[in-house]
Every structure is written in C-alpha cells, then in structure tokens.
C-alpha cells in the first residue's frame, strides 16, 4: 500500500512539475465582453453557494472524508493545469472534474473546481478572474453535473464499476468544451453564418485535441477510483459510490 501511494504521488507530482506556456490559459483574462463576463458569474454562483452546503452536510456526517476531498483537489488541479494550446482564446486540456465528482457529487464539485480555477488564474496565469465565471460555470458546473448523470446511468443500466467511471471522466470532459464553445461563440457570433458558424469553428478546433485528451483522461480516472477503490473502500461506502450491489 505504501508503494504504491508513493507511486501515486510521485505521478501527480511530476505532472504538475511539467513547464508550461503561458499563453496555455482556459478563456483568458479580458478576452470575453463585459456583459458575457458578469452573465457568467451571476449563473455560476448559486451552484458554489449550494456546493458549499453539500461540502459542509458531507464532512460533517464523516469527517474521514476530508483526505479524499484534498485529492479530488489536487487531481483536478494537476490534470486542467496540462495545456495544449489551441487558436480560439482558449485551450484544451484534461478536466479533473470525473473524480470528485463520482465521490462527492457536482454541486460539492462546482466549490472544488472554482477553488482550483482561482488558483491557477493567481498562480498559473491560466484562466482570468473576468472569466472566471465562465470557466466554472463550463469546468466547474456543467462538466460534473454531466459525470453525474452519466455515471448514475451507466450504474442503473448494470455498467461496472470501472465503465461507468471511464464513461462518466471522459463525457464530462468533452461535455466541458461543448460548453466552452458554445460561450465563446455566443461572446463572438460569425459575421457570416452567426452563432451557428463559430459554434462549428471553436468545437471543430477543440474536437482535434479533446477527443484523445478526454479518453485519456477517463482511463486515468479509472486508475486513481480503482486505487480508492482498493485501499479506501469505507469511506467509499460511506459516500454512497457503490450501488448496493457494488457494495456487498
């Protein structure tokens, strides 16, 4: 078990260690209209105000879950922080979101990925705090409640554990440029074809990149919850992951 936690960690470790350029960014600072700027925080906060309580209501029924919590973090912080560059103002990247949300739920994950997204915008130069709200309301709001539902669905359907996981990771991913698109095409309709024509352009540029990405990252997820899966099953339990069959 110690091995392989060290393992673990030195992976993590090194992948945020990986140099990066710093025009890598989410939707960069001062690149949306004003107007699109502030829409995007008055959608995204209400899902922080009600992720809180969900955090709150979680650690108070088992405080035995506040490691898990940091690593869902850490996870999601090292994975958005990998860029490859692309030409629309934004970028591609892993998400992060897949593993805390399987554990702890999208609205706990809306508070985790607006705390990481800060970050990097203070720390990374990745992202904006203009923007901010349009990178959660993508990263941190929509992309988990996607991983929800897939990941709930793939359960009921009699999916295993690691498939629902995989399915839920990568469709979240992808679910969160769908979005990213759809904003940045909203901020800046094509002159010739309107909302329609740049939706086409950023999600075809984005498709290039993400599909490989977004695959990626739902194998890793499924290394990271198989690892939990392993070692840390009570309070996976306890988190309710498992349906009661998966449990038993």
Same mark, same amino acid.
């Given at each position: 078990?110690?091995?392989?936690?060290?393992?673990?960690?030195?992976?993590?470790?090194?992948?945020?260690?990986?140099?990066?350029?710093?025009?890598?960014? $989410?939707?960069?600072?001062?690149? +949306?209209?004003?107007? /699109?700027?502030?829409? /995007? /925080?008055?959608?995204?906060?209400?899902?922080?105000?009600?992720?809180?309580?969900?955090?709150?209501?979680?650690?108070?029924?088992?405080?035995?879950?506040?490691?898990? +919590?940091?690593?869902?973090?850490?996870?999601?912080?090292?994975?958005?922080?990998?860029?490859?560059?692309?030409?629309?103002?934004?970028?591609? $990247?892993?998400?992060? !979101?897949?593993?805390?949300?399987?554990?702890?739920?999208?609205?706990?994950?809306?508070? =985790?990925?607006?705390?990481?997204?800060?970050?990097?915008?203070?720390?990374?130069? $990745?992202?904006?705090?203009?923007?901010?709200?349009?990178?959660?309301?993508?990263?941190?709001?929509?992309?988990?409640?996607? !991983?929800?539902?897939?990941?709930?669905?793939?359960?009921?359907?009699?999916?295993?554990?690691?498939?629902?996981?995989?399915?839920?990771?990568?469709?979240?991913?992808?679910?969160?440029?769908?979005?990213?698109?759809?904003?940045?095409? +909203?901020?800046?309709?094509?002159?010739?074809?309107?909302?329609?024509?740049?939706?086409?352009?950023?999600?075809?540029?984005?498709?290039?990149?993400?599909?490989?990405?977004? =695959?990626?990252?739902?194998?890793?997820?499924?290394?990271?919850?198989?690892?939990?899966?392993?070692?840390?099953?009570?309070?996976?339990?306890?988190?309710?992951?498992?349906?009661?069959?998966?449990?038993?």
């Amino acid at each position: 078990m110690k091995f392989s936690f060290w393992k673990l960690s030195y992976f993590l470790v090194a992948l945020l260690m990986v140099p990066n350029r710093a025009f890598a960014m $989410h939707i960069m600072e001062g690149f +949306l209209p004003i107007e /699109w700027a502030i829409f /995007w /925080w008055a959608v995204s906060i209400p899902f922080i105000i009600l992720g809180l309580r969900s955090i709150r209501k979680t650690i108070d029924e088992n405080p035995e879950t506040k490691m898990i +919590l940091g690593l869902s973090g850490a996870f999601a912080f090292v994975l958005s922080a990998l860029k490859i560059p692309s030409v629309t103002g934004s970028c591609s $990247h892993p998400t992060g !979101v897949g593993l805390g949300t399987v554990l702890f739920g999208p609205l706990a994950m809306s508070v =985790i990925g607006t705390i990481v997204l800060l970050f990097q915008s203070l720390l990374l130069a $990745h992202g904006g705090l203009t923007t901010l709200g349009a990178n959660v309301f993508s990263m941190a709001v929509v992309g988990p409640f996607i !991983v929800y539902f897939i990941f709930k669905g793939a359960q009921k359907v009699g999916l295993s554990f690691s498939l629902a996981v995989f399915f839920a990771a990568m469709l979240g991913d992808l679910g969160t440029y769908i979005v990213t698109s759809v904003q940045l095409a +909203l901020a800046f309709p094509s002159e010739v074809g309107g909302f329609m024509a740049s939706f086409t352009k950023f999600s075809g540029i984005f498709a290039l990149t993400q599909v490989p990405l977004a =695959i990626s990252e739902g194998i890793l997820t499924v290394i990271v919850m198989n690892f939990l899966k392993k070692y840390n099953v009570s309070e996976l339990k306890a988190l309710r992951v498992f349906t009661t069959k998966e449990a038993q």
